[in-house]
């Protein structure tokens, strides 16, 4: 039974207190437990928790394949607790159905949920837990609690008479080298005996544990199970998975005496004190063997978009519309593609159309859209240039050349909010798809038979399907990008973890680039044939010529790529080439020749930047928001292919270097923070097994998203619920209203408030806590100005002031007090 999981998500508890127990309150009096919570309207209880190993520093010496994992005793001992609480003690079951990490950092949040009795009086209860508020919860236990008047078994006897004892040299070294690295707080066995199939141990609780507020110390009652590991039978070893008949007798205690029963269908033990009094006793205890994975710490880390369909509909007048002057007259059956002359619309809004996409060309169509879209942003317009595609983007792709077209325009909005609406339809008439993009108030929509839907990041569970080959095949992977930080991170990863025994390395360089020699050695010790070859996979004949030689080919990773950075307005059509040759041109031809193979996977090493439009890297965005409808594209041809929109990678590659501290702390304010190379090879893997077309890993700092409120981008919405404004600043400044406030200043303070705007938003964009160490008179290159947060600057003043702004703004006014002067003017 799955219990359900009460999501308190603004934390709202009625802590403890003796005093209000007589009023419906419940205590939490436990070292694990903060508070309980009678739930309205029924009798059952909720019990709650936040662990991390900076509060409960003990739990880090409970370890499985260098995970720390909360104990399985621990989850008893819980139980137990919440049973005394509510009067039923005994723990009839406790079934274990995922382990309960405990984070290397941050903490993780615990749901202890006793339900109402039944007819009998029992009570079901389970235990979940999540690492942040907009995390899923993940189910770790469920069971029933009952009523018992189970006096428990004395072990006054000891050791029994017949009882030989058992060695115990080596025995933390020889579990630790199995996975499981147990600490000094479990490291509590002290002598050992056994007589037929009966064991018994001795065990005390390490010096510094503290045992208050526990009825049976988790690392205690651990402990006296490790004996099992001198078991002849590996069915009676490993880590608890269920448990049956559990009661606790008396508390308090730091030394036990343990008997250990041995059966077919589990272990019967009971547990005294020193004397040999009941402490407590266990009906029956399955093991499952241990399973040591490497820990990632990225169960949450994998994202998709979806297109999530909006509720509001048209309303009012139908705008006037007129196509763009670049567009070429073209008559088509769908009449999405102009004739000649404006719309037919009634309204006084005109809005200017410029179809997109529909070509082969992607470099020649992103090229042309940049240089209107240039243009554009040159004008005094204020209104948003309607740039419309069809199939371009979601789960029915077919114009790879309008999706690198979204790409590119979604880095302008980033850096010109307002100034450009992406329209992706079907076959509809444009007269009736505009009036539907105008009332969703989006800058990103998709139009499907009439139903607007808008871009929204959404998790996406890990894969659980059962996989009937090697993620890779059994043939040669074919790596690009080989030479590269990433690429050869991917192709270490094949050999190591996949045991790929044939690697085909593709790189420009081929064994010229640095650290190729050693990297072919390194494989070729660890097993693998390796061969690694210059070639540039953008290169049509001279990819043919390598594929050609290659029989087997099993599986394609296309990591190669290039950066060029640069606002839209200074990107040029060989900067927009440059970038897109080795991921567009590289990719469709990887794509096109491996067509009649038969792959077990085709991946595409793609970026968030095509997804969300990182600023400053339009041609990158553009890249790969073609990578990512290529995917889908495959898919549908029912062809193996994933799309990976990475977020920030930690390891140091030819693409990171460039990031400065600026850059990255601007990242981490805007929510993404850095994936160690562990976290993305295990992401990796993730999604090679799913059924996904495209899929976002990336390590996501939901708290920062949260605070970013009004600013927070709109793809996040249905991931994060922004923090609340106060009321007085929940609407930005209007131009009139910023005016009027410096109209009500007297004269010789207006520059000085001016400046203190500009300094403050100085400071937010720089990452400094105040204001107080910016010189107002120093040029903002000097500060740590670059073309990003100058665009990220204009747009917290636009936002500020209500003014429109340029994009040179820094540039023409080179200092925060040439700044204020102009805002003032």
Known sequence: MDLPTYAFQHQHYWLYDPALVGAGLLAATHPLLDAAVPLANTDGVVFTGRWSLATHPWLADHSVGGTVVFPGTGLVELALHAGDQVGVDLLDELTLHAPLVVPDSGSVEVQLAVEAPDPTGSRAVGVHSREHDDAPWTRHATGVLTASDNPGVDLTEWPPVDAEPLPLTGLYDDLAAGGLDYGHTFQGLRRAWRTGDELYAEVDLPDGAETDGYGLHPALFDAGLHALTRADQDTH?????????????????????????????????????????????????????????????????????????????????????????DT?????????????????????????????????????EVNRVLAIAQRWLAETTTAPLVVLTRHAVGDDVTDLAGAAVWGLLRSAQAEHPDRFLLVD??????????????????????????????PRIVRRPSSTRQLDAPLFGTGTVLVTGATGALGSAVARHLVVTHGVRRLLLLSRSGMAASGASDLVAELSGAGAWVELVACDVA?????????????????????????DDGVVSSLSAGRVSGVLRPKVDAAWLLDELT??????????????????????????????????????????????????????????SAMTERLSGVDQERMARGGVLPLT???????LDAAVA??????????LDVAALRTLGDDLPLPFHSLVRPARRSAAHAAAPSATSWA?????????????????LVLAQVAAVLGHASTERIDASRAFQELGFDSLTAVELRNGLSASTGLRLPATLIFDYPSPSDLARHLLS
């Open 677 to 683: 190379t562990a976290d993305g090879l295990a992401l």
């Open 425 to 454: 339809t079907d076959t509809e008439q444009l007269a009736d798809v505009l009036p539907l993009a105008l009332a969703a108030g989006e800058p990103q929509v998709r139009v499907r038979r009439g139903v607007v839907s808008v």
């Open 237 to 325: 070893r490993g880590l608890p998975f269920a448990w049956s008949g559990v009661a606790l007798h008396a508390t308090g205690a730091t030394s036990l005496r343990v008997r250990l029963t041995l059966s077919d269908t589990g272990i019967r033990i009971a547990v005294a004190d020193t004397v040999g009094a009941p402490v407590a006793s266990v009906r029956s205890l399955v093991l499952r063997p241990v399973q040591v994975t490497t820990a990632t710490g990225v169960s949450d880390a994998l994202f998709g978009l979806d297109w999530r369909p909006l509720s509001r509909t048209a309303t009012g007048t139908t705008p006037t519309w007129t196509w763009h002057p």
């Open 328 to 364: 070429a007259p073209a008559p088509t059956d769908d009449g999405l593609t102009p004739t000649t002359g404006p719309g037919n619309g009634d309204g006084p809004t005109e809005l200017v159309v410029l179809p997109a996409g529909g070509t082969d060309d992607v470099h020649a």
């Open 539 to 563: 290169d049509r004949g001279r990819l043919a010529a390598v594929l050609a030689g290659v029989v087997d080919l099993s599986a394609v990773v296309h990591t190669a790529g290039l950066l």
């Open 740 to 756: 009027e406030e410096l109209a009500a200043l007297p004269a010789d303070e207006r520059d000085r408030a001016a400046t203190a």
């Open 595 to 652: 067509r009649g193979r038969e792959l077990s996977a085709f991946v595409l090493f793609s970026s968030m930047s095509g997804v969300l439009g990182a600023p400053g890297q339009g041609n990158y965005a553009a890249a790969n928001a073609f990578l990512d409808a290529l995917a889908v594209v495959r898919r549908r041809a029912g062809l193996p292919g994933v799309s990976l929109a990475w977020g920030l990678w930690g390891q140091g």
């Open 690 to 699: 799913s059924e996904q077309a495209m899929l976002i890993p990336a390590r």
